[in-house]
């Protein structure tokens, strides 16, 4: 598999992997998600955790104690 090791291979997935990345530790820090940072900075996926993070986990949830009038 010495084709993966080649620069056309490469630079794609890693700017794919970085806008990702990029993407998913704004979103945790804005949402302040020490642990999904932490696993987000520190795993290395190509962009499947972070893609994975924005979908399902990004959002906090809203309450349901607001007041009915």
């Known amino acids: ?11 794609p997935i890693a700017i794919w992997s970085l806008f990702w990345k990029g993407m998913a530790l704004y ?7 020490k642990a999904w940072f932490v696993a987000l ?11 994975i ?3 399902f986990f990004s959002n906090p949830k809203k309450s349901s104690s607001k007041k009915r009038k």
């Open 27 to 33: 979103k945790a820090a804005q949402n302040g998600q």
């Open 41 to 51: 900075l520190l795993l290395n996926t190509a962009g499947i955790v972070e893609i």
């Open 1 to 11: 598999m010495p084709w993966l090791f080649m620069p056309q291979f490469l630079v």
């Open 53 to 55: 993070y924005l979908i």
